[in-house]
């Protein structure tokens, strides 16, 4: 019995002692605070002095996008002013426009201006939840990194929609506007997209005849933005295809793009490839399968798709 009392006694010291020893542990551990959230008026510190005014060029661009907006979308999303901020003039500004571009509470837009249906306006953490609210975040703070740069002047663009008040910061540099979350967001663009055939040489031994299609993406107030497309080319002699060429393109300002393109018959009466083309705005993400060789769209942003197979004949 005494054996056993014994035996308890060192047991509970033990208990003690390994007890306390978990307690200043954990005490000692370094408790993670969470990050500080930034605002505007934490970016108006990291900001200089710069123009004056907006460049021509500039309000150029804005003033063609408010006429776009009112024919396409009449009154839904309108430009109401515009605040000249400054120049950024050090690397912390920089950090924190990142920071702002893609925090949950900024405003940001999505959708063809030439299909307003597809339109959609909001805060981040609302148009976005879960997986695809994170690469909607990452999307947006990876594609404004590779533009905004020490020197970039800072605008505060206002906008209404539908009723709802709200504002965007506008980066631009003497090239014109390169981020703005609505800019970024928003599209405008033909889906039914362009075509061409070459016209036939009759005089060359042996011939050759192509067709190429492509789909554009525009800036709002109306420049090139982005690009997909293909070419497929015939080389023939009489109505026997002899050679096949395709070639393909995709590329897009402030977003991403894919292109893939394979010749599936080189030779007989007539040529054929196969096509998987896509773009999208920042926010969203394409892919490429090559066992069904097609583009897919995933998340949430402006973009279109096409795949499919094209046959030219002599």
């Known amino acids: 019995m005494k054996k056993l009392v014994t035996t308890f006694k060192l047991f509970a010291v033990i208990s003690v002692l390994t007890l306390t020893a978990c307690q200043d542990e954990t005490s000692e551990m370094p408790q993670e605070s969470p990050a500080a959230k930034v605002s505007a008026s934490d970016l108006k510190k990291e900001i200089t002095p710069g123009l004056k005014a907006v460049p021509d060029h500039v309000q150029v661009q804005i003033n063609d996008s408010k006429k776009n907006l009112e024919q396409y979308l009449k009154n839904d999303l309108q430009i109401t002013g515009i605040t000249i901020l400054g120049k950024l003039s050090t690397q912390r500004g920089i950090e924190i426009s990142q920071d702002l571009i893609s925090d949950r509470d900024q405003f940001t837009a999505e959708g063809n201006i030439l299909e307003p249906e597809t339109i959609k306006v909001g805060k981040i953490g609302t148009l976005f939840t879960g997986d695809q609210l994170s690469e909607a975040q990452k999307g ?117 793009a894919k292109s893939e393109s394979k010749v599936t018959k080189r030779t007989g009466a007539y040529g054929q490839c196969r096509y998987a083309l896509g773009l999208c705005t920042p926010t969203g993400s394409l892919s490429f399968n090559s066992s069904n060789f097609s583009v897919s769209f995933s998340g949430l942003g402006s973009n279109i798709v096409s795949n499919g197979t094209k046959s030219l004949y002599p």
């Open 140 to 256: 947006l703070k990876e594609a404004s990194s590779e533009q905004i740069k020490t020197g970039t002047e800072v605008l505060e663009i206002s906008w209404n929609y539908k009723g709802e008040q709200f504002t965007s910061l506008c980066f631009y540099n003497e090239s014109g506007i390169i981020w703005d979350n609505v800019f970024a967001g928003l599209v405008m663009m033909d889906t039914r997209g362009n075509s061409e055939t070459s016209p036939i040489d009759s005089q060359a031994k042996v011939a050759s005849k192509w067709y190429k299609q492509w789909w554009t993406a525009n800036w709002l107030w109306g420049s090139k933005r982005g690009e997909i497309g293909y070419q497929i080319t015939i080389y023939y002699s009489g109505s026997t295809v002899s050679n096949v060429d395709v070639s393909d393109w995709g590329n897009i300002s402030l977003g991403k």
